[in-house]
């Protein structure tokens, strides 16, 4: 079946705009994972989507991000007055279940890039 | 504190085997997972292992766990260029949130 999709695959944009980034999970799956892989580092927890649950938004690292999930579905990710310490590729994965062995299925990322 | 750390590069020939270790700091690990990223794609699980484990074997691939050290290995045996990737070891917590952390990741390069 369809695995998990982003868009776009890459975004470039001015410094001080805001951006959104989409992202498709597995039909089905439960929990929902935004990450930040900035080059040369680990992937970074952003925020954690679960069912109907209020979201773990513990990783966002600052009050210019945001992100909903609409339908227990899709996700957006948004960030506003981008800065370019924003760079990076955005990561998606979704879980049938969160659980310790939940395997997370990743999608391809976002590649923004903030001049 | 949680924390993952691995070396970034590892080269190998081809045909050898390859060998990524990973060190983390929290002893209250639960499980610990072994992370594969092609350019230009997401992240596939490999492989985990849980920490009442020592070893876990799967084809070409062994995962060696030392919880006394907190190191932990993956052993890819007869290396194949295809396996040239960068390779994410990744931890979640015993009573935690259940999100994995993530180390930076080796880059595992594979020539002829």
């Known amino acids: 079946g369809a695995g998990v999709s982003q868009s776009p695959s890459n975004k470039v944009t001015e410094k001080g705009k805001d951006v959104e980034l989409r992202c498709d999970p597995i039909s089905g799956h439960t929990a929902l994972y935004w990450y930040r892989q900035s080059l040369g580092q680990g992937l970074e927890f952003l925020i954690y989507f679960q069912g109907n649950s209020a979201p773990d938004k513990s990783g966002l690292p600052s009050d210019r991000f945001s992100a909903e999930r609409t339908g227990g579905s899709v996700s957006t990710l948004t960030i506003q007055r981008t800065q370019q310490e924003d760079s990076a590729v955005y990561l998606c994965?979704?879980?049938?279940?969160?659980?310790?062995?939940?395997?997370?299925?990743f999608g391809p990322g976002t590649r923004l890039t903030v001049t | 504190g949680e924390d993952v750390e691995q070396s970034l590069f590892l080269s190998v020939r081809e045909g050898d085997s390859s060998v990524i270790n990973c060190t983390y700091t929290d002893s209250s690990s639960t499980y610990l997972y072994w992370y594969k990223q092609e350019p230009g794609a997401g992240l596939q699980l490999l492989t985990y292992?849980?920490?009442?484990?020592d070893m876990k074997q799967d084809q070409r691939l062994t995962v060696l766990l030392n919880k006394k050290d907190k190191h932990l290995s993956l052993r890819i045996a007869d290396t194949q260029t295809g396996d040239s990737a960068i390779y994410f070891c990744?931890?979640?917590?015993?009573?935690?949130?259940?999100?994995?952390?993530f180390g930076r990741g080796t880059s595992l390069i594979v020539h002829p």
């Open positions: 994965a979704s879980s049938p279940t969160h659980r310790p062995i939940g395997e997370q299925y």
């Open positions: 292992i849980f920490s009442n484990m």
């Open positions: 990744a931890e979640t917590i015993s009573g935690g949130s259940y999100i994995p952390t």
